[in-house]
């Protein structure tokens, strides 16, 4: 048996059986699944299994989080269920069928945003980096720069520029080619046509608000003219102007016969596309990004930006798990245009701290668990570095309260940041290195942000821990309860008492206390989730372990296994994760009768524990039996 076969078999039946995956892929450390009802997925059971680390549901998908190993369960699933695996981009368009429209917005803004971010990250450390040796008066008694003393860091200053520039200057290249290469259109021409929004012989889009009317150049055609204006850094132009050319292309495609489409669609659509974006798309869009860029703007900087900020810091997290968080993306992108740099970006940052302090904070608390430090440590480690699902999703939205206590945190941190006008160059590392991306004047006020938001989520987290982790205590291991806990019958019949039933080995209670059922019913149930641990091939006999240690054992009939399996007819076998209410065996009670075997049925703690009988008569299957202290 493959290591995670067992677990992936458990799986298959808690995500609703395999005509309940409508498609499943996999990323580094997640299965991803896109269900057809998501209702039927047995969240609190799929986490129950050793090798769950958590679930989520995100834009569509419903996703199981594993771990390095995800290759290898994901190889063993697929090999069980019989269903084939798609690629990412495959389940993202199927998992769209489960979004509304602002989801499906969302989601493509990510997506058209996710393959520019490392650059914009590379971009704002460049910057920050400059920013620390051609701006920060550290030497000579605070009077001059390092690159002031230093040709060397005067060079490299002058030399990184370069890199800044092809990365912010030219982003509408970025943006053009992502918008056709995630609508599947030709990626060439969505990369010349960026170049066409920043050409050199345009006038610098930096250098339009200086420059008066008349001045600006024009492309002159006689009964009109059009300005020579480029969008350098401008997000809302290119976009507008991307998804023109894919909706162009598209078109001509459509119309044009095959024999001459070589020629007519990539020069229709990049030709109108181009005009559009220069006479239409482009003045529209520098003005609803301005608009957009103006109202974040003022309401950073408005007499009540504490408010604004306590309520983006409190929210952002959540929006994460909406996935609108994937607009902020294109508003920083505007503001660093507008503005020279933005306010929203270092709040972003504070909540992935806050959320990376929550789970430091259960690290903490939960040292003693071991299943629990294998994901909290590695999710802790990549939330301050800015990757913050494994933190929010594996374990903070999990127990809930640690969810909480980062938000709180994050508020507090936003409101301190942005009443300190503390701001951005750009895009960063969302975690502890984002301080390099923070103009140098701001960096002290922005290191004393972070330290709220470790300490107050931490300080939240650890003290509402003490009194909520009550299902395991700190060192994994379950609680003993104040109050009994209930176990419902696995049959319907009547109740006999264990020490009335004719096996003596079962009434003397050698075996452990329990009860027993004369059946009327011939369909045994599990009466609690957990692995099946016995299993007669006979199909008489069942044992049960619950993730708590809880076994029960239920033996059906009296002397039944001399019938060698006649009469009864499993439904699982020894290994096999049951969820509460699954069918076991079902049992042929005129059989039974027939060969003369007593219907009376044993059900058995082995473990030792006392338990105390609530009923007497009738039991229908599911319903409270005994009290177990």
């Known amino acids: 048996m493959a290591k995670f076969t067992k677990d992936a078999t458990a799986l298959l039946k808690l995500v609703g059986g395999k005509d309940n995956i409508q498609a499943v892929s996999h990323c580094v450390t997640r299965m991803r699944f896109v269900l057809v009802d998501p209702s039927k997925a047995d969240v609190d059971g799929i986490e129950e299994l050793p090798s769950t680390k958590g679930t989520f549901t995100q834009s569509g998908q419903f996703q199981v989080i594993i771990g390095n190993e995800v290759q290898e369960y994901y190889n063993e699933f697929t090999k069980i269920s019989g269903i084939e695996g798609v690629s990412k981009d495959e389940i993202k368009q199927n998992a769209k069928s489960q979004q509304n429209a602002i989801q499906k917005i969302m989601t493509t803004m990510g997506e058209i945003f996710a393959p520019i971010i490392p650059a914009l990250i590379v971009g704002g450390l460049i910057l920050g980096f400059r920013n620390v040796i051609d701006s920060m008066a550290i030497m000579e008694g605070g009077t001059k720069t390092l690159c002031d003393v230093s040709q060397f860091w005067a060079g490299v200053d002058h030399f990184l520029w370069l890199i800044g520039e092809a990365i912010f200057h030219f982003l509408p290249v970025g943006i053009t080619w992502s918008i056709t290469k995630k609508m599947g259109t030709t990626q060439i021409l969505g990369i010349v046509l960026g170049i066409t929004l920043v050409s050199p012989q345009l006038l610098n889009a930096y250098a339009v608000a200086g420059t008066a009317a008349a001045d600006i150049p024009v492309w002159n055609f006689g009964s009109f003219t059009v300005q020579m204006i480029g969008y350098q850094?401008?997000?809302?132009?290119?976009?507008?102007?991307?998804?023109?050319?894919?909706?162009?292309?598209?078109?001509?495609?459509?119309?044009s016969p095959s024999y001459i489409s070589m020629i007519v669609v990539p020069f229709c659509s990049l030709l109108l596309a181009v005009i559009l974006a220069h006479t239409v798309l482009g003045p529209i869009g520098w003005t609803i990004g301005d608009w957009i860029s103006g109202i974040v703007w003022a309401g950073l900087n408005s007499p009540v930006k504490w408010l604004f900020a306590a309520v983006f810091g409190f929210v952002y997290a959540p929006l994460v798990i909406t996935g609108l968080h994937h607009m902020t993306n294109a508003i920083d992108s505007q503001l660093i245009s507008t503005f020279g740099g933005t306010n929203l970006w270092p709040m972003i940052a504070l909540s992935n701290i806050a959320q990376g302090s929550a789970v430091?904070?259960?690290?903490?608390?939960?040292?003693?668990?071991?299943?629990?430090?294998?994901?909290?440590?590695?999710?802790?480690?990549?939330?301050?570095?800015?990757?913050?699902?494994?933190?929010?999703?594996?374990?903070?939205?999990?127990?809930?309260?640690?969810?909480?206590?980062?938000?709180?945190?994050?508020?507090?941190?936003?409101?301190?940041?942005?009443?300190?006008?503390?701001?951005?160059?750009?895009?960063?590392?969302?975690?502890?290195?984002?301080?390099?991306?923070?103009?140098?004047?701001?960096?002290?006020?922005?290191?004393?942000?972070?330290?709220?938001?470790?300490?107050?989520?931490?300080?939240?987290?650890?003290?509402?821990?003490?009194?909520?982790?009550?299902?395991?205590?700190?060192?994994?291991?379950?609680?003993?309860?104040?109050?009994?806990?209930?176990?419902?019958?696995?049959?319907?019949?009547?109740?006999?008492?264990?020490?009335?039933?004719?096996?003596?080995?079962?009434?003397?209670?050698?075996?452990?206390?329990?009860?027993?059922?004369e059946l009327t019913n011939g369909t045994v149930r599990a009466p609690f989730s957990g692995e099946v641990t016995v299993a007669f091939?006979?199909?008489?006999?069942?044992?049960?372990?619950?993730?708590?240690?809880?076994?029960?054992?239920?033996?059906?009939?009296?002397?039944?296994?001399?019938?060698?399996?006649?009469?009864?007819?499993?439904?699982?076998?020894?290994?096999?994760?049951?969820?509460?209410?699954?069918?076991?065996?079902?049992?042929?009670?005129?059989?039974?009768?027939?060969?003369?075997?007593?219907?009376?049925?044993?059900?058995?703690?082995?473990?030792?524990?006392?338990?105390?009988?609530?009923?007497?008569?009738?039991?229908?299957?599911?319903?409270?039996?005994?009290t177990i202290a």
């Open 233 to 255: 850094a401008q997000v809302i132009p290119a976009m507008l102007a991307g998804f023109a050319l894919v909706y162009l292309e598209k078109f001509f495609r459509k119309i």
């Open 360 to 517: 430091l904070a259960m690290i903490v608390l939960q040292k003693k668990n071991e299943k629990a430090q294998q994901l909290s440590i590695p999710a802790c480690i990549s939330c301050y570095l800015g990757v913050t699902e494994p933190a929010m999703f594996g374990v903070n939205i999990k127990y809930g309260f640690p969810f909480i206590s980062a938000m709180i945190g994050s508020a507090l941190a936003a409101t301190w940041s942005v009443s300190m006008g503390v701001t951005a160059v750009s895009i960063g590392v969302g975690g502890l290195p984002g301080i390099l991306s923070i103009f140098p004047q701001y960096m002290v006020n922005f290191a004393i942000a972070m330290l709220i938001a470790i300490v107050v989520p931490f300080a939240l987290t650890y003290i509402m821990g003490k009194t909520r982790l009550t299902d395991v205590d700190l060192y994994g291991k379950p609680k003993k309860l104040n109050t009994p806990l209930t176990f419902v019958s696995p049959m319907e019949g009547k109740i006999v008492p264990l020490n009335q039933v004719e096996d003596k080995v079962f009434a003397s209670g050698t075996m452990g206390q329990g009860f027993a059922v």
């Open 537 to 626: 091939p006979t199909g008489h006999a069942y044992g049960i372990k619950r993730e708590d240690g809880l076994e029960v054992l239920i033996h059906i009939g009296m002397d039944t296994v001399a019938l060698n399996g006649e009469g009864f007819s499993p439904k699982v076998q020894q290994g096999d994760y049951v969820n509460a209410g699954d069918v076991l065996v079902e049992v042929d009670l005129e059989v039974v009768k027939k060969e003369g075997k007593s219907l009376v049925s044993p059900v058995v703690f082995p473990n030792g524990q006392t338990i105390t009988l609530e009923t007497s008569g009738a039991v229908t299957a599911g319903q409270n039996v005994v």
